[in-house]
């Protein structure tokens, strides 16, 4: 049984761009380490990712604070807190029973879902530019690099090291397999 099994989402892009690109295992091990290497958000990442496969092209500054306004704000508030009571309950637990203890998981587990949704559609409408299809792969690629470096430009306090650069690759080429060749060209 779902927590949110009435909970009417209007239709956002950005949330059916997120499932899609992070069932691929190579982005899932890739978004996860940057996020529990460095504390990057994950929904940042793929919002960075979509922009440009959309066709929008680069963020525009402007949207990039936005989007990190959001972001922290609602991690900060909502998914973080529900990560950390989920990684909490993973048993074994003291004084209580692991067994409804970790239906308490499940639950918890669905609401950060949910709150990663609201952040994930929160982005979406961030952005006004129509989608467009008239650029072609290598134009998208090349922005989706330049909005994962500005992303990671604002949130590191660091160059990305080579491990960072290697988990940005991974995500960009679950997105841009046609373009491999691009990343090492303008990363």
Request: aromatic share 10%; proline share 5%.
């Amino acid at each position: 049984m779902s927590v949110f099994p009435n909970a009417g989402f209007p239709p956002c892009a950005l949330w059916d761009f997120a499932l899609k690109l992070y069932s691929n295992p190579a982005v899932e091990q890739a978004c996860l380490s940057l996020q529990n290497r460095k504390g990057v958000d994950v929904n940042l990442l793929l919002f960075c990712v979509w922009v440009a496969a959309s066709g929008r092209e680069e963020l525009r500054e402007a949207e990039l604070k936005e989007g990190l306004a959001i972001s922290h704000y609602w991690q900060e508030a909502t998914v973080r807190p529900m990560r950390d009571i989920r990684n909490f309950l993973k048993p074994p637990l003291k004084y209580v029973d692991n067994r409804l203890a970790n239906e308490l998981k499940r639950v918890v587990s669905e609401s950060e879902i949910y709150a990663e949704k609201l952040q994930l559609l929160a982005l979406d409408r961030l952005i006004d530019r129509p989608a467009t299809a008239s650029f072609s792969g290598s134009i998208c690629a090349r922005a989706a690099v330049h909005n994962l470096f500005k992303y990671l430009a604002e949130e590191l306090d660091a160059e990305p090291d080579n491990k960072d650069r290697a988990d940005i690759k991974a995500i960009w080429l679950a997105a841009f397999s046609e373009e491999d060749e691009l990343f090492e060209e303008i990363a």
